[in-house]
T-cell receptor
Framework: AQSVTQPDIHITVSEGASLELRCNYS??????LFWYVQSPGQGLQLLLK??????LVQGIKGFEAEFKRSQSSFNLRKPSVHWSDAAEYFC?????????????FGTGTQLKVEL | ETGVTQSPTHLIKTRGQQVTLRCSSQ?????VSWYQQALGQGPQFIFQ???????GRGNFPPRFSGLQFPNYSSELNVNALELDDSALYLC????????????FGEGSWLTVV
């Protein structure tokens, strides 16, 4: 069965500092990987996705993520965090073929940004 | 804007009652799925519909059911509500095929008392 682990429940960074959110997955085949962000009381906004090709993926709001097959990881990074980035971040894995929208999410990482 | 609209945004129901949540997707998004997100948790896959037929279900009992309509709208129905059904319910839709972006709505907050 597929699973996603986000080891950090809470992370606090200072505005302007760099950020890395960790995501490890377990999946029997080549996965389809996502990072979503959720602000309080809101739905999920897609930051970026990896389907195939270049393992370094660029997303919106200055975020990027790197797919490392050997480590089963898909960590999210941002070189300089803004106060507006404070939110909850979810990593998700989905099937590449036939599974459609069936995603498995991690439990999320709550990001706090100190001014 | 994701083009996925959900209603109602908030509702309160009593244990044992039934609830219907609605979702409207973009034209052409004939794959729709529903997720339950309990407080402090990640979303959990409930089921998926493709061309008006269920074609995947997560670990949820049969009292969770759905419908998808030809006009790209869909419903999630929950019977015999339990307190643990209190959660944010998210609808997600996409064009068919692998690699397409999956768009989420803002969700419907259900409180069961």
């Amino acid at each position: 069965a597929q699973s996603v682990t986000q080891p950090d429940i809470h992370i606090t960074v200072s505005e302007g500092a760099s950020l890395e959110l960790r995501c490890n997955y377990s999946y029997g085949a080549t996965p389809y990987l996502f990072w979503y962000v959720q602000s309080p009381g809101q739905g999920l906004q897609l930051l970026l996705k990896y389907f195939s090709g270049d393992t370094l993926v660029q997303g919106i709001k200055g975020f990027e993520a790197e797919f490392k097959r050997s480590q089963s990881s898909f960590n999210l990074r941002k070189p300089s965090v803004h106060w507006s980035d404070a939110a909850e971040y979810f990593c998700a894995v989905g099937p590449q073929g036939g599974g459609g929208n069936k995603l498995t999410f991690g439990t999320g990482t709550q990001l706090k940004v100190e001014l | 804007e994701t083009g996925v609209t959900q209603s109602p945004t908030h509702l309160i129901k009593t244990r044992g009652q039934q609830v219907t949540l609605r979702c409207s997707s973009q034209s052409g998004h004939n794959t729709v799925s529903w997720y339950q997100q309990a407080l402090g948790q990640g979303p959990q896959f409930i089921f998926q519909y493709y061309r008006e037929e269920e074609n995947g279900r997560g670990n949820f009992p049969p009292r969770f059911s759905g419908l998808q309509f030809p006009n790209y709208s869909s419903e999630l129905n929950v019977n015999a509500l339990e307190l643990d059904d209190s959660a944010l319910y998210l609808c997600a839709s996409s064009f068919p095929g692998a690699g397409n972006t999956i768009y989420f709505g803002e969700g419907s907050w259900l409180t069961v008392v």
